[in-house]
């Protein structure tokens, strides 16, 4: 059984160093079983947040705090979301006693996707152009972003630009050492991770 308790236990909850390797699950039919291929599922609906952004966000938050860049004097974290990206970030700045954490979003954003920000205790801010936009565009919400992020830590506006990864990809996959395996599929910001 795990229990989390004391003044870290959310904290604790959260950190995959402090919790059993999360399950796979084989699926029992597929199209390629006639190949002898078994294909698994890595079960990250289970993490405690319910999205698989919870890991990166809660790697750059801490990696930001041992390089001082997250500290008690930061008043404020941006992200460029309005996803399970800057929730998870929500989530975790406030689980580790950190700043008020501030998304970039679209004026396209439906009412409903902003009450749920808020209701995850996010400042928003809207921006004006299209929602997906370069970073260099001046008129969208990642530019913003950066700008703002000269007076705050900034999570970065892109995952693809981030290089704080979660070091939490793939050590409960560990059992897998005793099966041979020729193919292992990765999402892309796992892959620019290696």
């Known amino acids: 059984m795990n229990v989390f308790s004391g003044k870290t236990a959310l904290l604790d909850f959260y950190n995959p160093d402090k919790n059993p390797p999360l399950p796979l699950v084989e699926l029992p039919s597929h199209p390629f079983?006639?190949?002898?291929?078994?294909?698994?599922?890595?079960?990250?609906?289970?993490l405690p947040a319910g999205n698989v952004k919870s890991l990166p966000a809660l790697n750059m938050l801490m990696r930001a705090s041992e390089a001082g860049e997250v500290n008690d004097s930061t008043e404020r974290i941006v992200e460029y979301s309005s996803g399970n990206t800057v929730i998870s970030l929500g989530i975790v700045s406030k689980i580790m006693g950190g700043p008020q954490v501030?998304?970039?979003?679209?004026?396209k954003t439906s009412p409903q996707k902003m009450e749920l920000l808020r209701f995850f205790g996010l400042d928003l801010t809207l921006f004006g152009g299209p929602a997906?936009?370069?970073?260099?565009?001046?008129?969208?919400?990642?530019?913003?972003?950066?700008?703002?992020?000269?007076?705050?830590?900034?999570?970065?506006?892109?995952?693809?630009?981030?290089?704080?990864?979660?070091?939490?990809?793939?050590?409960?996959?560990?059992?897998?050492?005793?099966?041979?395996?020729?193919?292992?599929l990765l999402p892309q910001w796992a892959r620019q991770e290696q």
């Open 33 to 46: 079983e006639g190949d002898n291929v078994r294909i698994y599922a890595k079960m990250l609906t289970l």
């Open 102 to 107: 501030g998304a970039y979003i679209s004026n």
């Open 132 to 184: 997906q936009v370069e970073p260099a565009d001046v008129n969208g919400g990642i530019y913003a972003a950066i700008q703002d992020d000269r007076t705050s830590f900034g999570a970065e506006a892109d995952l693809s630009t981030r290089t704080r990864k979660p070091t939490y990809d793939g050590p409960d996959l560990k059992f897998m050492r005793n099966y041979q395996i020729s193919t292992f």
